[in-house]
């Protein structure tokens, strides 16, 4: 339970890692007006036999993505944390950001939490979504959620076959 209660923090301090200005050096396009306070942030956080490995992770900052592979491993220093190896960068076409906007608009709280108990290994899929008005986390723990889905097929319309895809556990 206690590990349940470390994971979002760790999230969270990954996703301000990303949005503090980290990889966005070499590429700095222009936001659509309309989209420059939109955030999302998809990693997973391994647990049991998972853990501590690394895993894929997606950031769109405004209209700039990066996927990554990143360790969720949190209990290390930082002398022992593998850096994320950043697989891919480029810009996140308008019409993804919308079509992931009108899919989250209709839910009515912040939190979508889903737990599998059953399984005592796998991990936890966080996908974090945000713009000036909307704000909605998916904290899916070995499950899935169908908005959830559709939006991690549309953040692996931008990874190439040959890599790794983001998947959620169903």
């Known amino acids: 339970m206690r ?4 994971f979002p923090l ?3 301090l990954a996703s301000f890692y990303y949005q ?6 070499t590429i700095k396009p222009v936001a659509a007006e309309k989209h420059k306070a939109f955030r999302l942030s998809y990693i997973f956080a391994g647990m049991g036999s998972n853990g501590y490995s690394l895993f ?6 405004e209209n700039t993505f990066f996927y990554t592979h ?16 950043t697989i891919l960068s480029g810009i996140f076409r308008t019409t993804s950001i919308d079509s992931i906007i009108n899919l989250i608009k209709p839910i009515k709280d912040t939190l979508v939490y ?5 399984i005592m290994s796998g991990g936890i899929d966080y996908l974090n979504i945000s ?18 889905e559709k939006i991690v097929a549309i953040l692996n319309s931008y990874i190439p076959s040959n890599q790794r895809k983001i998947w959620l556990f169903k």
Do not use: C, W
């Open 20 to 25: 503090s200005g980290n990889k966005t050096d």
């Open 131 to 148: 713009t000036d008005s909307i704000k909605v986390n998916f904290e899916l723990v070995n499950t899935s959620d169908s908005i959830a």
């Open 56 to 61: 894929p992770a997606f950031h769109v900052i």
């Open 70 to 85: 990143e360790q969720d491993g949190f209990m290390y220093t930082p002398a022992d944390r593998q850096k994320p190896d």
């Open 114 to 118: 889903r737990l599998n108990s059953g």
């Open 10 to 12: 760790f999230f969270l």
């Open 3 to 6: 590990n349940l209660l470390i």
